[in-house]
Nanobody
Framework: QVQLVESGGGLVQAGDSLRLSCAAS????????MGWFRQAPGKEREFVAH????????YYADSVKGRFTISSDNAKNTVYLQMNSLKPEDTAVYYC??????????????????WGQGTQVTVSS
């Protein structure tokens, strides 16, 4: 079992930056691929970013590419999402997720086994 706890959300203005953190506990974290998803009111949960367990491979949704950066610190069992140049359309609850058997379907929420409770990000115009 893996427990994930997100933090770092908040209310910011367009153009500002935020860094989200996802702290993992429980079973070994080192072999899990990690992802960030988000869900805006009335919309489906959507893929944001993914990082392989080694940290060598990262993938992004087109909507955040060039603005968001995912990284991991296995020594701290923590994954980060650095979000720059935030836009109002980035407003959502952000969730981190862990995939214990990475299969390449990193954009699919059902591929992930464990989820955090989410952290709210609100970007005002």
């Amino acid at each position: 079992q893996v427990q994930l706890v997100e933090s770092g959300g908040g209310l910011v203005q367009a153009g500002d930056s935020l860094r989200l953190s996802c702290a993992a506990s429980g079973r070994t974290f080192r072999r899990y691929a990690m992802g960030w998803f988000r869900q805006a009111p009335g919309k489906e949960r959507e893929f944001v970013a993914h990082i392989s367990w080694s940290g060598e491979s990262t993938y992004y949704a087109d909507s955040v590419k060039g603005r968001f950066t995912i990284s991991s610190d296995n020594a701290k069992n923590t994954v980060y999402l650095q979000m720059n140049s935030l836009k109002p359309e980035d407003t959502a609850v952000y969730y981190c997720a862990a995939d214990s058997h990475p299969s390449g379907y990193y954009r699919v929420a059902q591929s992930y086994d464990y989820w955090g409770q989410g952290t709210q990000v609100t970007v005002s115009s």
